[in-house]
């Protein structure tokens, strides 16, 4: 009898790898619940990016895939969601549903709260009673998390703001070695997004500490609470939302023409901070071996490795953009990519300045049987991404141009970028530095 996943919040930027992988490689019956906020990319009432999926795999697998596969239009706070696991005897539950983007939680931190906390809680209320009171229990659930609980190793360094930016590469690597994040690192987020996160899965815990008991024998009871946490770094790949720094530096250099989105790329910190990137797909596999071999009631930490200077993200984008220009004749498009790469000031408040993560838990674990694919070629992976973007100019040219994102662009960065009287140019600052992994 094939198993029953539940996806929360899966038509966002990571979700639809997720339903992609689920359809190719198993045999579940697939229910997502998304309530379709702005980050979902929205058509005609539903998430375009689920169609684009589901829409791929009936070509390859038929019109079964129809039979395994419900979206369902609901809240992870909602009642509702409830009835939906009694309904239909939820094996397995994933919850991706998030307001995730930085940003916006600088700018209002109720929504935030709302989600990752009321419905945090609500879905672990919902498990706790189904599996105390129902026969048919939830084998296993993860809460899908972010390494960013465990703040910034600039702060935890002390070398906050202009002490990092003074450091060489070589000086932030033995900072990484010293601070990088392991799953016993104390939750410090620095941001309302990362401090929320935190906070549910602080709830996640509490939970499985709390109620993992069987109150008749005295005895843990693994059925009760089968809850896991994962903590990834940074994603790159397809579907991502252009608000976020990568699809945002393609899409400025991709579509400079159109007058009202002359944008500059908004670069915080003279592009000085450091991320560690993994490709979508490489973290739905981890997700998929913690769904498969994790230990109930252990948190993961999931990175890849893979660390650069924003800056030196940046300048990959650029140069996948300039040759697309060359190759055909755009001269007026390399131009752009130049005058993009000219950004006045920019300063989050509370800007993270370093995240790494230590994943040697989850490399090491026999049973989750982990592997990294999208590494060997950091520069090339990003460039793919690059040209999904140009292949796929339907996906966010309407959001890129849209009236909510021109007014959310404009309030962030445009009146910033417009009153710098000195532009720091980055690129011309860089250009003749090398792509360096730390
Ligand atoms: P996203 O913002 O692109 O998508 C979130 C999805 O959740 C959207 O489709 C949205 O409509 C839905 N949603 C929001 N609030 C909801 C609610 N109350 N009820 C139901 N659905 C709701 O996020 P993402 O980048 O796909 O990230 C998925 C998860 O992975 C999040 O929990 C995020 O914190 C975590 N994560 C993301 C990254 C990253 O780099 N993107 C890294 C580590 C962890």
Excluded at 57 to 79: M, V, W
Excluded at 97 to 124: C, K, Q, W, Y
Excluded at 221 to 248: A, W, Y
Aim: with cysteine; aromatic share 10%.
């Amino acid at each position: 009898m094939p198993k029953t996943i539940l996806v929360t919040g899966a038509a966002g930027f990571i979700g639809p790898v997720f339903i992609q992988k689920l359809l190719e490689e198993t045999d579940y019956n697939i229910i997502v619940v998304d309530c379709l906020t702005y980050a979902a990319r929205v058509e005609n009432g539903s998430s375009l990016s689920l169609k684009m999926v589901v829409d791929l795999l009936r070509e390859k697998q038929g019109s079964a895939i129809d039979k395994r596969y419900t979206f369902i239009d609901s809240d992870i706070r909602s009642p509702h969601i409830k009835n939906i696991i009694e309904t239909n005897k939820v094996d397995y539950l994933i919850n991706l549903a998030a307001e995730s983007h930085v940003d916006r939680s600088i700018d209002g931190t109720p929504e935030f709260i709302l989600t990752e906390m009321l419905g945090t809680h609500n879905l672990l209320e919902i498990i706790r009673k189904n599996n105390s009171e129902n026969n048919d229990k939830i084998e296993r659930a993860i809460f899908v998390s972010t390494d960013e609980v465990y703040g910034s190793i600039d702060r935890m360094s002390g070398y906050e703001g202009e002490r990092w930016h003074a450091l060489s590469d070589a000086e932030v690597s033995t900072l990484i070695d010293k601070y990088k994040f392991t799953e016993q690192t104390p939750f410090s987020g620095g941001s309302p997004y990362a401090s929320c996160k935190g906070g549910a899965d602080l709830l996640v815990g509490s939970y499985y500490n709390t109620f993992k008991w069987n109150n008749v024998t005295g005895n843990v009871d693994s059925t009760r609470m089968p809850l896991m946490i994962t903590h990834c770094v940074n994603n790159f790949g397809p579907f991502q939302h252009p608000e976020k720094l990568i699809p945002m530096a393609i899409c400025t250099l991709l579509m400079p023409q159109v007058e009202n989105c002359k944008r500059k790329i908004p670069v915080y910190d003279d592009g000085l901070a450091v991320r560690e990137w993994i490709h979508s797909e490489d973290h739905v596999s981890a997700i998929m071996g913690v769904l498969n071999g994790g230990s109930i009631g252990e948190s993961y930490n999931i990175g890849s490795g893979i660390r650069c200077r924003n800056w030196q993200m940046l300048k990959i984008i650029f140069e996948a953009c300039k040759k697309e220009a060359a190759e055909n004749g755009f001269g007026s498009l390399a131009e752009a990519a130049f005058d993009a790469s000219r950004r006045g000031g920019m300063v989050r408040p509370g800007h993270d300045l370093c995240y790494a993560a230590d994943s040697a838990k989850i490399h090491d674990d026999s049973k989750i049987h982990w592997q990294l694919k999208h590494v060997k070629d950091f520069e090339k992976e990003i460039i793919k991404v690059v040209n999904w973007y140009k292949q796929n100019p339907d996906w966010w040219k309407q959001t890129w141009t849209s009236p909510e994102f021109t007014s959310y662009w404009n309030r962030k960065y445009k009146k910033i970028q417009e009153t710098n009287t000195e532009p720091f140019d980055f690129y011309s600052k860089y250009k003749e530095q090398l792509k360096t992994t730390l």
